[in-house]
């Protein structure tokens, strides 16, 4: 385990079955890590049930940040991130320097839109893009965007690229990572009108870490991770696809020996470490994704992406108005 210590903001209102599995997946994590520390945003009587479970000697571990209220399901953005909700106020908390970074299993959209207003985005990130990483057969493959946003815009494709590339470039310490456009072949023409238009703006576009396009990839290259390091697709096609290859380890006793399924998703394009899990997340599922968010902030993750997409000019070659679908 990586040193330092962390403090993370968890949403205990976040996800279907909440609180009691959050609870359950931070008492897990705090039983794994003892450099984490945790601020619990939500019910005070609920963050009370885990305090009273700890050693007296981890109560200084864990601080309450008393919310009531869980963001809202609904598709209005105007709703979406209540400033009384427990994400928002978790995104605060980050703001104000109470924590390092935020996890929730709730409402995706919600933590997105609150994460945007209250982190800010990068420059030149039109679309935050959440990034999970699968055990391939040969090694990690990074898959995103797996729901950040339902956007199939060759603008927005070519942005994923960018990012993907210096994700995996920090997190997974790949040098010259593989970059893969998903599609449905991996002959040029290809798949449908936006993932044709931006082929060949991926062909030409500088990406950092010296990162390389491949070219189309297909879904069986995400398993294998053999011809990609990072693959590229739109939110929509990639959640399907995730909870798809999820379903398929399950089925087949597990995943492969090089890893466990993606717990959680990192959200890319934002100025600070969030992780989001499902929504269907167990305690286990919630302490993974807390331990994601411990590994980015140690890795000081966010700040050096960052830094790898000032530094280059594949974060400002390609605009949203240059390719249209």
Not at 104 to 122: F, H, K, P
Not at 191 to 214: H, K, T
């Amino acid at each position: 385990m990586e040193p330092g210590t962390v403090r993370i903001a968890v949403d205990l209102l976040g996800g279907d079955d909440a609180p009691a599995v959050v609870v359950d997946g931070a008492l897990r994590a705090l039983g794994a890590d003892p450099d984490l520390s945790l601020l619990l945003v939500g019910p005070p009587e609920v963050a009370d049930e885990l305090v009273a479970v700890l050693r007296p000697a981890d109560h200084d571990r864990v601080a309450v940040r008393p919310v009531r209220a869980a963001a809202a399901l609904t598709a209005n953005p105007a709703t979406l991130a209540r400033a009384d909700s427990t994400v928002s106020a978790a995104v605060a908390a980050v703001v104000e320097g109470a924590a390092d970074a935020v996890v929730s299993a709730g409402s995706t959209a919600a933590t997105v839109t609150a994460a945007v207003l209250g982190l800010g985005r990068w420059p030149g990130v039109r679309r935050p893009a959440l990034v999970a990483t699968l055990p391939a057969l040969t090694g990690p493959v990074a898959l995103l965007d797996v729901g950040g946003s339902l956007e199939a815009r060759p603008a927005t494709l070519a942005r994923h690229a960018v990012l993907g590339a210096a994700y995996v470039a920090v997190t997974h310490g790949l040098l010259r990572p593989r970059v893969g456009l998903l599609s449905i072949g991996t002959e040029t023409g290809k798949g449908d009108r936006a993932r044709r238009a931006a082929d060949p703006v991926l062909a030409e576009q500088a990406l950092p870490a010296g990162a390389r396009y491949v070219g189309l990839v297909e879904g069986y290259d995400v398993a294998t991770g053999a011809r990609a390091d990072v693959v590229v697709t739109d939110g929509f096609t990639g959640n399907v696809l995730l909870k798809g290859i999820e379903a398929a380890y399950m089925m087949a006793g597990g995943p492969p020996a090089s890893g466990g399924a993606p717990r959680a998703a990192a959200l890319l394009g934002v100025a600070g470490t969030v992780v989001v899990g499902h929504g269907a997340a167990r305690d286990d599922d919630v302490a993974s994704g807390i331990a994601l968010a411990a590994h980015l902030h140690r890795r000081r993750a966010v700040p050096a992406i960052s830094a790898l997409l000032t530094g280059s000019t594949a974060n400002s070659h390609i605009t949203d108005t240059e390719v249209t679908a």
